[in-house]
């Protein structure tokens, strides 16, 4: 394993992208993208370069290339504070998503807006943290703006509009740790409890990123419904065709942010004792 070192100068000029199970290959817009293994406090990390001449672009495949990590089995943290080492400045998380709210549509992109993830534990019941034991320069993160950054998700909006994929409303995020999928009641207490959309991952990486200081813009598709008596796709053809159909928008959709997207500030804050 190697570790990384950013750039002389470049650290405030950093965006980069989580993608999931939709990508099966380091291949983002037709490009090959080379690895780079860092090691953190919580192990190793793979991360992809993405060509950009004015700024440094990441790319993080959550589940690997090929897919080999199952929801309870990324190595969160891990992937977090390798972000955070590259001076990540902006991040897009991207997932596909079971859809709660019957309203909105699949096949198209929602803006998160919020999640829900009241026990704030990592798959494996530990504290969603980078600061499991005494660390020098830990806090409580504090939440003046909320999980993801308006700024942030504004210029996704924007971006999302001009590669002809544009958002078609804003969702609260659901977090299920997995790997067994939700049963009805599950879902049903999610959906009451305000939960739009579902996933395994997406909230532990958004939380760890904030800890981090790194603004964060979520951004999700629909592939099927976790709703009792609405039209779903749990059938293995329909999940494959509509994870295609996510694989092509999100596609896009990095490639323009990578390319494009801009740093923000931090706007939420780490209140150290």
Known sequence: MSNARQPEGS???TVAVILGSAFREPVIAGR???PLTLLTRFGGAVLHRYPREDREAWVM???GTPHSFLPNQIPFQAQAVALGDIGCQSLLVTSSVGGMDPDLPLDVPLLLSDILMPDNSL???SACTVFPEPTVGQGHLVLDEGVFSRELS???ERLAARAGHPVAGRAVFAYTKGPRTKTAAENAMWAELGGQVNSMTVAPEVVLANELGIPVAGLVVGH???VPGVHDRLDHAGISHALRAAWKTLDDLARVFLEEAQPVPFANRLFRL
Do not use: I, N, W
């Open 224 to 226: 099927k419904y976790s």
């Open 154 to 156: 504004t210029q996704v």
């Open 61 to 63: 495949f959550r589940h």
């Open 123 to 125: 798959p494996d019941g």
């Open 11 to 13: 650290q405030a000029m």
């Open 32 to 34: 090959q993208l080379e």
